[in-house]
């Protein structure tokens, strides 16, 4: 058995309807792999439960399965927005989140997060990052502002499979992305901040009261 395995035979299972999504996404969309899956979904819904944030934003929908993760650690009243760009994805999408026993709490949005966002004029508690990693020094730059001082940002693969510790060619903008971000976050003073070495790393930012 690997750890791997050891781990989710030790932790909350996922259950049947985020089984069912999850082959779901492999059977019906290209790069399944990019969903969340058992272990990183059953953290972020424990973080939603820890911060207890009343508005959550995703930045990066896919197949929706760390949104169902998230609304699933919402409290009462709380609700989550998901911004997707690939509006291919849109009638999976509705299908999925619309049949979840959470799709009073969700809210999706179809169009580039980084247009769609700012104009929402919300305060956010709780935000993850999961889009495009060109683009994370822009999401976290439009965030701040927008974050609730005392609230959380996630953001997903900011070790981005070990790349972040090469010398990235000129060509590789996403590891250039990814170590941007890294190197933003690392030097900003108004938050504090962890890296997970969590599947592919899952940086923990707190924005300073
Ligand atoms: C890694 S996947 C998201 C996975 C999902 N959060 C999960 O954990 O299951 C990244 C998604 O971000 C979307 N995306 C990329 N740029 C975007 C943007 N500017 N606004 C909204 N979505 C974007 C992509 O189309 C893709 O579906």
């Known amino acids: 058995m690997s750890l791997d395995e050891y781990i989710l035979q030790h932790i909350d299972a996922e259950g049947d309807y985020l089984h069912a999504l999850w082959r779901d996404t492999q059977l019906c969309l290209s790069y399944g792999q990019m969903a969340s899956g058992h272990l990183q979904g059953r953290v972020l819904k424990m973080l939603v439960r820890m911060v207890q944030p009343l508005k959550v934003l995703e930045l990066g929908t896919f197949s929706g399965y760390a949104t169902l993760c998230m609304a699933e650690g919402l409290g009462e009243g709380a609700e989550i927005h998901t911004f997707e ?47 495009d990693k ?14 609730r001082p005392g609230g959380y940002i996630v953001a997903d693969n900011t070790l981005w499979y070990g790349h972040v510790l090469e010398k990235a060619r000129e060509s590789d903008v996403q590891t250039r992305g990814v170590q941007a971000f890294n190197d933003f976050v690392a030097s900003d003073p108004r938050v504090e901040k962890v ?7 899952l940086t923990v930012i707190r924005i300073k009261d």
Do not use: C, T
């Open 134 to 147: 060109r683009e994370y020094v822009a999401y976290y730059e439009m965030l701040l502002p927008l974050m």
């Open 85 to 131: 760009i690939f509006d291919e994805n849109e009638d999976f999408l509705k299908k999925w989140l619309g049949e979840s026993p959470y799709r009073d709490k969700i809210h999706l949005h179809i169009g580039d997060a980084l247009q769609l966002v700012p104009q929402m004029e919300e305060r956010w508690d709780f935000a993850y990052i999961d889009a």
């Open 195 to 201: 890296i997970l070495p969590l599947r592919d790393g």
